[in-house]
Each structure stands twice: as C-alpha cells, then as structure tokens.
C-alpha cells in the first residue's frame, strides 16, 4: 500500500480493492516460496488467517529481513491460510543506512517508525540510535489484529446495530486509531505505554461491547492485550548494547530479536481463531 493515504483500510472490505492475479508470498511453509493467487482481506477472512504472517515474520527475522509495510494490502488470503506479499521490497537488517527512513502503511506502522526515534526508553547513559527492526514488524502486524477486530462485529448483534452505533463507532473507535486523517500513532502509542489491565483498554472493550462484540469480549481481550507484551519487548531490547559497523552506523544485532514474542502471538491467535471458528462476523460498514 502506498504512504498517502489514497488507500483508505475501509475499502478493503469491497470487491473492488484492487488486486493481481499472480503474487510471490512467504508461508510458514516447509517451502516458503511460491506462485499463488490470492483473495484480498474481506470478509472470509478470520483471525486464524493472522496465524500465517505471524509465522512468515518469524521466517524473516531468521532470515536476516524487515518487511517494513505490514498492511491489509500485503497481508494475503489464499484458502485458509495467511500470506505476506510485497516481498521485493524487503531489506536485509543489517544492510547498513538504505531503509532508515520511513517505508510503510502510517495506519498499521510500528509507532516508533512513525516517529523515527526511540519512544519506550528512560533516562540512559549510553545514547542509542533509532533504525528500523524485526519487532516494529510484529508491532505492525498486532495494529493489523486491531484493524480486523475494530472493522468487524458480530453477525447475532446485527438486529440491535444501526446507523447511531455505526456512527459512534466511527468517531469513538475506527477512525482516531485507523483513518489516515488522524494522529493515529499517538493512539497507538499510547495504548502501548498504557499496560494491561488499564483505564485505556477497558474504554475500549466498552466501546466494543457497545458495537456488538458482548459475548465475545473475553475471546478477543487478550489480541488487544498482546500490546503489553510488545512493550516488554521493547523495553527489553533498549537493554541491550548496539553495535557499531564500519561505517559508525549503530543499530543493534539481529540477535537481540527474541523468537518469544512470535511464538506467544502464536499462541494468542490459536486460542481466539478456536474460539472464534463458529462466529459469524460482518462488517461494521454495513450499518452506514
């Protein structure tokens, strides 16, 4: 997806999203590559489908790579399955200086690369120098949970949603974390400084529950909380030393990236998609 904005996440839901017949993916395959078509993010798709870009993120940190543009559009459905696209844009980590500035989605983007510093660390001795890393792609792909959970409702709630709910729900919880026209990253950011449990989170399961999603809330609660645990990432990283090349470009090693925090994703969005395998979900643009 491009950067402008021209592409709002709404129309993703529609038919008409644009997209191509043939694309290179990444699986959490034994064999990772391979010519497929696709169906775009709609309405067939489910949390269990997160599962796959959750494991192809892994593959890439293994592999020495960022994505740098986790977004709706190359974040694939191909049966019932998963797949990160846009792969030619994909850069070795410790490729020094070439993708330091900002490349992404501004809705889904890990809030430091919005930023382009470092957000989560206290008073330190030692400067660090913000760059671009695995975890800021896991970050992405956990505002893409958001996205998925905040653009849809469940189908037994219809009967009591209108257009009134609709429109809360675009003002109080779509669009100040997921229009373009917004501060979004501020929200984002401070739903990750927040913590679990916070004031932050139970407003939102609220506005939530107010949108339909009451008898499930316990089900989805822990995607959203899974923020808590990217902060802890976060922190835990900005412990360790970075390193310096030859170049005097600090950053640090690819090493410090823990596999922890996929591996306990994994196992959040296994529980949901269980969870939620019988639920029917419709759109929350229906009632506009």
């Known amino acids: 997806m491009s950067t402008d904005g021209d592409e709002h996440p709404e129309n993703l ?17 034994t064999c990772p ?17 997160l599962l796959g870009q959750d494991a192809a993120l892994k593959l890439l940190r293994k592999a020495g790579y960022i994505h740098r543009d986790i977004s709706p559009g190359n974040c694939l459905i191909y049966g019932s399955k998963g797949k990160l696209s846009d792969l030619e844009f994909c850069k070795p980590f410790s490729e020094p200086g070439s993708h330091d500035s900002f490349s992404g989605t501004t809705e889904f983007a890990a809030a430091e ?12 001795d030692v400067p660090r120098s913000f760059h671009p890393h695995p975890l800021h792609d896991l970050e992405a792909l956990n505002w893409l949970s958001w996205w998925f959970i905040y653009s849809r409702t469940m189908a037994e709630s219809s ?5 009134e709910v609709f429109q809360f729900w675009k003002s109080d919880l779509y669009d100040p974390l997921f229009n373009p026209g917004y501060d979004g990253h501020s929200i984002r950011l401070e739903i990750l400084e927040a ?6 989170l139970r407003r939102i399961l609220a506005n939530l529950a107010k949108c339909g999603w009451t008898p499930k809330l316990d089900v989805i609660q822990p995607v959203l909380e899974f923020t808590r645990s990217l902060l802890i990432e976060h922190e835990a990283i900005y412990q360790q030393p970075q390193e310096t090349n030859s ?22 969005l296994s529980k949901a998609a269980r969870s ?5 979900l419709v759109s929350m643009w229906k009632f506009k």
């Open 276 to 280: 939620l395998k019988e639920v029917k």
């Open 247 to 268: 170049d005097g470009i600090a950053r640090w090693p690819l090493k410090v990236f823990r596999e922890k925090p996929y591996d306990e994703y994994e196992k959040i």
């Open 113 to 124: 690369v919005i930023e382009q510093r470092l957000l989560f660390e206290s008073i330190q």
């Open 159 to 163: 009967s009591s949603l209108n257009k």
């Open 33 to 49: 590559y391979e010519a497929v078509q696709f169906n775009i993010w709609g309405l067939d798709g489910s949390v269990a489908r």
């Open 195 to 200: 913590g679990v449990p916070s004031r932050t």
């Open 13 to 29: 839901d529609s038919p008409a999203y644009p997209s191509t017949d043939n694309i290179w993916y990444l699986s959490g395959n």
